[in-house]
């Protein structure tokens, strides 16, 4: 994922790359760019995470309708911080207000294109999951991005997450609540910390060593937690 994200990245700016033009004879104005205003990059670069991971959510869900249906609930929940990493890592990445609501809800958006067995329901849930983890990196104005907010991230998406299935999938008269559905809570979320949260910290800072974040925060940052 690493090597194929760069690749992109680097490619895309050679592409974009404009011969330099002559410098003018008067002295320009400048306006200074907010920071949390969204540059090209910045949405190029949030739509080839949601894209990826669209297609990763779909191909998860075929695993978790096919071979790992064998592992009777709560005990499959362990897979799902899988389709919570884009939410944190789209936030650890572009570091700015909207990027984890925007990553996530892509890539539920591209799992419902593609059939996911879940359809309609991810154009809900996406945002919902999104959402919370967009609080965790809000919660600490989008000025912390340690490893810390990452698993925060992780965990609120993954409660978000349990507590939807729970109300849409999983009724009171097939999930009781002390055997079923509070592992199932428990299970989701520390799955979404070890996963999303801790996942996606160590894939941007792998990113990062290849220098496909230099033009982001997050790539200058190659030894800071």
């Known amino acids: 994922m690493a090597c194929v994200f760069s690749w992109f990245i680097e490619n895309w700016e050679v592409a974009m790359a404009q011969p330099a033009k002559p410098q003018p004879t008067k002295p320009q104005p400048t306006t200074a760019q907010p920071a949390n205003r969204w540059r090209t990059v910045d949405i190029v670069v949030a739509a080839v995470i949601a894209v990826a991971f669209g297609v990763v959510f ?71 999951e999104a959402l919370a983890a ?48 509070i592992p199932y809570v428990l299970i989701t979320v520390a799955s979404s910390v070890v996963i999303a949260g801790l996942g996606s910290f160590v894939l941007t800072k792998a990113l990062a ?9 997050s790539g200058r940052e190659r030894v800071a937690v």
């Open 58 to 128: 779909w191909a998860w869900g075929l695993l978790w309708y096919g071979p790992a249906e064998a592992i009777p609930l709560p005990g499959r929940a362990f897979m799902y911080g899988v389709w919570l990493i884009p939410a944190v890592l789209g936030g650890l990445v572009i570091r700015k207000p909207g990027a984890a609501f925007f990553t996530e809800t892509v890539a539920a958006l591209v799992s419902i294109a593609l059939g996911s067995a879940w359809g309609w329901t991810l154009a809900i849930q996406g945002p919902v």
């Open 134 to 181: 967009e609080l965790a990196f809000a919660i600490f104005a989008y000025r912390a991005f340690g490893l810390a907010v990452a698993a925060l991230a992780g965990a609120l998406s993954g409660l978000a997450a349990a507590i939807y299935d729970i109300v849409f999938w999983y009724p009171a008269s097939d999930f009781d609540t002390a055997s079923m559905r």
């Open 209 to 217: 060593q290849t220098g496909a974040l230099d033009r982001f925060p």
